[in-house]
């Protein structure tokens, strides 16, 4: 591979840079500052986004892309892991942990077996078939799921070919895993390993590697051991766990059904949650409307009085005086018809969400849980990943009983609509007879069924005074001819129900029929159900009702409990699986490393609460081990073959080690030959470029400071490489090597007039950022350029060669967000 690299650009920015990761699949750069803030930006410094923290003062602890770069995770010091859309920056995903994010891993399964080369699920082949999720209105605030073009698969999941898990490490010894960062697959407390080495404490895990077929990871975890004898503190040092995880390998293609079954419903489930906020809203707008409009008359009658006086003017055809003033001047006619308009409107578009939304969604649910139901029937397959038939049927009946309670709704406002058009309809009549204008032939008439749905009507018409209550009108039984109208009282204890009173104001008006629904309380009013046939034969035959393919029918939940049931019934589905996986992983062994002690100076962070032991590795597939590098101390670096596969019976094992350190090349001025001094380079920052080749920033220290980046080829370190044979507590402790003297001199590559604090590079994209000292300046290059290409003046750029600024400013809040193009 060619050493040779071609500067591309320098950019300065405003706010001082925390981390820098490359994607793997595109030209993107993803860069975070002290302010919590993430940009993108192209090679070629064009800004694709910036993203503000998702609360004040929240930094930015860790990324990692997903491996194929279409989302990357952000996790903060606030305990969120942010799943963000690459093209748009939405936030797809958002989840808390109980403890302190300290690094980010997306792992791959690399190998596959014939009939694993592309994952394929008949559920996901089948939800083709189910009708498509209609566009949810923004009339009403609901912007939650801004890609109207894909609503079933809002969490960006149905493109994975293959399996990948999102490994978290927290504060505490604790890794939290889940797949395409969604599904939750267990967290595994590492203290009971370290303890079982003598380990007292067990501190942050840095960072884990997986193998390719992900039958082993490796943790690297913060220890602290005391010395048995003097009882001493040794100091924190850095323990590799090694983990043998057989059933991620064995069950991969269950695993990734089963993740891809929850991500399904979890976009299902978000646009459910959206469609019912857009109900709730469209219910309260109704209020607003009545509210608004009776305001002024409530306020100069007596409580309680409003529904009294339209009472006497509908039985005795006579207006209060207050009622009369109030029609004719504040109402009017046009103001009726312009509320009448309004209030259809709201019924019309609740009806919508009902009948189109909540049923197609509600379908859709039913649908992957009953081939999760066909799933769990799978013992041999499935119950291993804790998938279990009975909590699938819970949930499965769930979804049918909301779906139930979704009709119930629909036939609720069905019979609200015709009471508010009748009640519409008189008051129009009314007014106008008031005012001695003829009326429209079409509306003079009112059957004994329209005067039903009117006195209906206005039982609900007062609000509630208490906070604790809501009482509409006393009952009142009124006679029209030889038929009687009979009304009830709406009484709700306990809670506030949509339209409800709150302190120190007066709620003006309240229909509780349909509101009840609305509300996480339980029905003040039931539905009649004794002219329905279904009903009559469960009452005569109640043994029917404990049948489970008899979906329930919970008469006294509202809406939103019936929604909150559902969600907790489909959590506990995924509860199970969360939990068991991670339980079935085992200790191999736990493997202090060489010199380890936390006393470097090489930390990733430039503030000193995020400084954390910086460690970077790869792991090799052919020869069953992780290649591991991290910092002796400030001049000098360890690189560990370390195997993978050793039995846990065995009390040693043999693994390569390498320390280097590198010396400064300086010329004779008598002879002008160039020749090592005694100065060793300092060691900056380290990150593997590819499975070979470790990147380096070294510093040349002295009056002349200058950045040195240096691409250091693994093969050529087996000179100086000693093979060690090791227990747990025993290594050997080396003395460094010179790693100059294994390069040529042309591998070192001065960047003048530059001081580098940190860097991030990529193999695949053959791209390379440097960081300068005080984190404020980027300087980007090309990699494994032909030799021709290559500039003498690109490695020797100076101010005047430089762009003067970044007009960006980058991550700059005040300025604009447009891309940056020169």
């Not at 509306?443 to 609900?460: G, M, R, S, V």
Request: proline fraction near 4%; charge should be negative.
């Amino acid at each position: 591979m060619s050493g040779s690299m071609k500067f591309i650009d320098e950019r300065h920015v405003a706010i001082k840079i925390e981390l820098m990761l490359w994607s793997n699949k595109m030209d993107l750069l993803a860069l975070s500052n002290t302010r919590g803030e993430v940009a993108l930006h192209r090679l070629s410094w064009q800004r694709v986004w910036s993203l503000p923290p998702p609360h004040e003062g929240a930094s930015v602890r860790a990324m990692a892309w997903r491996p194929d770069g279409k989302v990357i995770a952000i996790a903060y010091s606030t305990r969120e892991v942010l799943l963000i859309d690459v093209e748009n920056k939405e936030t797809l995903h958002t989840y808390h942990l109980d403890s302190g994010i300290i690094s980010l891993t997306w792992v791959q399964e690399q190998n596959f077996s014939q009939e694993k080369c592309r994952y394929t699920s008949s559920a996901e082949n089948a939800s083709k078939f189910l009708p498509k999720l209609p566009p949810l209105s923004r009339s009403f605030g609901v912007n939650k799921i801004n890609n109207e073009e894909n609503l079933e698969d809002t969490k960006r999941i149905r493109d994975q070919a293959y399996l990948n898990i999102l490994l978290v490490g927290q504060e505490g010894g604790k890794l939290s895993m889940s797949v395409f960062g969604l599904f939750p697959c267990g967290v595994i407390d590492l203290k009971p390993h370290m303890k079982e080495v003598g380990c007292d404490t067990c501190g942050a895990v840095i960072n884990a590697a997986v193998s390719d077929d992900f039958k082993i990871m490796c943790v690297f975890v913060e220890g602290e051991m005391k010395n048995d004898s003097a009882s001493e503190n040794c100091g924190r040092s850095i323990y590799a766990v090694i983990l043998e995880t057989p059933l991620l390998a064995s069950h991969s293609k269950e695993l990734y059904t089963l993740a891809l079954k929850q991500g399904h419903i979890s976009s299902l489930q978000g646009y459910l949650s959206s469609t019912m906020q857009a109900i709730t809203e469209a219910w309260e707008s109704i209020l607003l409307e009545m509210d608004s409009k009776l305001a002024t008359y409530a306020a100069t009658v007596a409580d309680g009085s409003v529904a009294a006086d339209f009472l006497d003017l509908l039985m005795l055809g006579v207006p209060s005086p207050e009622l009369e003033l109030f029609l004719q001047r504040d109402l009017t006619e046009k103001g009726l018809k312009k509320l009448s308009h309004s209030i259809e409107l709201s019924y019309l578009n609740i009806q919508k969400f009902v009948l189109k939304h909540i049923h197609c969604v509600g379908t859709s649910v039913s649908f992957h849980l009953t081939e999760l139901r066909g799933m769990a029937r799978h013992v041999e397959r499935y119950s291993l990943l804790g998938l279990n038939e009975d909590t699938v049927e819970a949930s499965l009946s769930a979804a049918g009983a909301f779906l139930v309670k979704a009709t119930e709704v629909q036939q609720v406002i069905d019979n609200s609509m015709k009471k508010y058009k009748a009640f519409f309809r008189w008051l129009f009549l009314a007014m106008l007879r008031l005012t001695d204008e003829l009326a429209p032939a079409d509306i003079t008439k009112h059957t004994q069924q329209d005067l039903t749905y009117i006195a209906e009507f206005l039982c609900n018409f007062d609000g509630a005074t208490d906070a604790n209550a809501t009482v509409a009108a006393d009952p009142i039984t009124e006679t029209d001819g030889a038929n009687q109208i009979k009304t009830e009282p709406t009484i709700s204890k306990g809670s506030k129900a949509p339209g409800a009173c709150t302190p120190g104001r007066k709620s003006r008006f309240n229909l509780e029929r349909l509101g009840q629904y609305l509300i996480d309380q339980e029905l003040a009013f039931l539905p009649e159900t004794d002219n329905n046939p279904w009903s009559g034969l469960l009452n005569d035959y109640p043994s029917l009702s404990n049948d489970r393919l008899i979906i329930p029918q919970f008469r006294k939940m509202s809406l939103v409990q019936q929604h909150n049931h559902l969600i907790s019934a489909i959590d506990a589905v995924f509860r199970e699986p969360a939990e068991s996986i991670g339980q079935t992983f085992t200790l191999q062994r736990v493997v202090r490393l060489p010199d380890s002690a936390i006393t470097s100076p090489l930390y990733f962070g430039s503030e000193d609460s995020n400084k954390i032991f910086k460690i970077t590795f790869f792991y090799c597939e052919m020869e069953k081990k992780i290649v591991i590098a991290y910092p002796k101390n400030e001049t000098s670096l360890h690189i560990i073959d370390l195997p993978t596969h050793i039995s846990r019976s065995e009390s040693k094992m043999s693994m390569q080690q390498t320390c280097l350190s590198f010396m400064s090349p300086v010329t004779d001025v008598e002879s002008g030959v160039e020749k090592l001094s005694s100065l060793l380079f300092k060691v900056n920052d380290m990150q593997f470029y590819v499975a070979d080749i470790l990147s380096l920033l070294i510093e040349k220290r002295g009056d002349d400071r200058s950045a040195v980046f240096l691409q250091f080829p693994l093969r050529v370190a087996s000179s100086i490489s000693v093979t060690v044979h090791a227990s747990t507590n025993t290594f050997r402790d080396l003395s460094p090597g010179d790693g100059t003297n294994l390069l040529d001199s042309s591998a070192l590559r001065t960047i003048d007039n530059f001081v580098g604090s940190s860097l991030a590079v990529s193999g695949s994209r053959k791209v390379a950022a440097v960081l300068s000292e005080n984190r404020c300046k980027v300087r980007l290059f090309e990699m494994e350029i032909e030799e021709e290409e290559e500039e003498d003046e690109t490695m020797d750029a100076t101010v005047s060669s430089i762009r003067d600024s970044d007009q960006s400013h980058l991550l700059d809040q005040s300025k604009s967000s447009e891309p940056d193009m020169d």
